[in-house]
């Protein structure tokens, strides 16, 4: 057993990356952009879906990036 305690980790910033669900984005039948996400198989039965229409998916891209580039600002 280890004397390592994770939640005053997270308290005191040591945690630099946490846990992450995979992430996947791909082309589906109809053409349209999807991004899915991995269930968490301990509180979830299914993934994830989010899908975004091809012509707005350069629209979305671009507004993920600026609201990334704005978070780099604080």
Known sequence: MS???W???AKAGDII?????????????DGDIVIRRQ?????ENEDVFVVIPLEKAIDVAR???DV????GDD
């Open 63 to 65: 507004k993920i990036v």
């Open 7 to 9: 939640n005053e980790a």
């Open 39 to 43: 269930a968490d198989p301990y509180i």
């Open 68 to 71: 990334a580039n704005q978070s």
């Open 3 to 5: 004397d390592f305690d």
């Open 17 to 29: 990356v946490r846990s992450q669900d995979a992430i996947a984005v791909y082309e589906n039948d």
